[in-house]
């Protein structure tokens, strides 16, 4: 079993939205923190998204009031809905979470101008 395997992503226009999604096997996400990362050509993979196991999310500045991070503890599951994307949104979406860490297959999300 892969732990998560993510789904979503692709090419869409500025000012469009996509929804990611990462399924998880052997990590029960209501008890773990779980994070959306990216990472844009020649740039350090950086934090998106968290989501705590008591819900709390956090954001960074960039995407603060375009993305949202939720989850389904019934389909074990994390999500993250991006809206109003822009060009510099196009990286590679990675979800993290569980211990010991792990990280999704990586999804492509493309922002064209």
């Known amino acids: 079993q892969v732990p998560l395997v993510q789904s979503g992503g692709g090419?869409?226009?500025a000012g469009g939205s996509l929804r990611l999604s990462c399924a998880a096997s052997g990590i029960r996400i209501s008890i773990n923190a779980m994070g959306w990362y990216r990472q844009a050509p020649g740039k350090q993979r950086e934090l998106?998204?968290?989501i705590t196991s008591g819900g709390s999310t956090t954001y960074a500045d960039s995407v603060?009031?375009?993305f949202t991070i939720s989850r389904d503890?019934?389909?074990?599951?994390?999500?993250?809905?991006?809206?109003?994307l822009k060009p510099?949104?196009?990286?590679?979406?990675?979800c993290n979470g569980g211990r010991p860490l792990t990280w999704g297959q990586?999804?492509?999300?493309?922002?064209?101008?």
């Open 88 to 94: 510099e949104d196009t990286a590679v979406y990675f």
């Open 73 to 84: 503890n019934a389909k074990n599951t994390v999500y993250l809905q991006m809206n109003s």
């Open 106 to 113: 990586g999804t492509q999300v493309t922002v064209s101008s």
């Open 64 to 66: 603060k009031g375009r």
């Open 11 to 13: 090419l869409v226009q």
């Open 48 to 50: 998106v998204a968290l």
